[in-house]
T-cell receptor, first 109, second 114 residues
Framework: GQNIDQPTEMTATEGAIVQINCTYQ??????LFWYQQHAGEAPTFLSY??LDGLEEKGRFSSFLSRSKGYSYLLLKELQMKDSASYLC??????????WGAGTKLIIKP | IAGITQAPTSQILAAGRRMTLRCTQD?????MYWYRQDLGLGLRLIHY???????GKGEVPDGYSVSRANTDDFPLTLASAVPSQTSVYFC?????????????FGSGTRLTVV
């Protein structure tokens, strides 16, 4: 079966760094996505990784290791507005996204 | 319209009633999707359409039907609503050949079946 695992909830302090991990087992792989979802809103695209390594985009970076079935999202210089759920999703061999349940990130002042 | 529009934003529906959730996109994306999102379960695919005129079943299709008469519209119908269909429903679209852009989501419909 297909499975995506990520922690249910994490807490971090404003200004700090947090790493949200995601492990996956899917039938085929055509890329891994991270989405941000604020409470009561739609998910919005953050990052895409298809090759191994780190992709950096401002305060956010995403890492992928295909051999380990592993990714992480790194958020630096945390701001209160980063309080949200972060969804990991893998595009399978049929080009459909398989979603993790999401990690709720709580930022404390 | 810019992106995906869903209607209504929210709805309270009596059990047994028929309801259609509307979804329209103006990006000319070929693929469209309907998800439901429940606390602790994440996004679950109900139905999808890879191109106009075709549809497919997702992970949780029972009790729902869709149609894709044209590229822009992808309505989701609940034939006879039940309380377990209380959820937030998201419509999404994607452009095949541009997988790296992922999916674009509508703002969601919050449905309560009583």
């Amino acid at each position: 079966g297909q499975n995506i695992d990520q922690p249910t909830e994490m807490t971090a302090t404003e200004g700090a760094i947090v790493q949200i991990n995601c492990t996956y087992q899917t039938s085929g792989f055509n890329g891994l996505f991270w989405y941000q979802q604020h409470a009561g809103e739609a998910p919005t695209f953050l990052s895409y990784n298809v090759l191994d390594g780190l992709e950096e985009k401002g305060r956010f970076s995403s890492f992928l290791s295909r051999s380990k079935g592993y990714s992480y999202l790194l958020l630096k210089e945390l701001q209160m507005k980063d309080s949200a759920s972060y969804l990991c999703a893998v595009m399978d061999s049929n080009y459909q996204l398989i979603w993790g349940a999401g990690t709720k990130l709580i930022i404390k002042p | 319209i810019a992106g995906i529009t869903q209607a209504p934003t929210s709805q309270i529906l009596a059990a047994g009633r028929r309801m259609t959730l509307r979804c329209t996109q103006d990006m000319r994306h070929n693929a469209m999707y309907w998800y439901r999102q429940d606390l602790g379960l994440g996004l679950r695919l109900i139905h999808y359409s890879n191109t106009a005129g075709t549809t497919g079943k997702g992970e949780v299709p029972d009790g729902y039907s869709v149609s894709r008469a044209n590229t822009d519209d992808f309505p989701l119908t609940l034939a006879s609503a039940v309380p377990s269909q209380t959820s937030v429903y998201f419509c999404a679209s994607s452009d095949s050949g541009a997988e790296s852009y992922g999916y674009t989501f509508g703002s969601g419909t919050r449905l309560t079946v009583v």
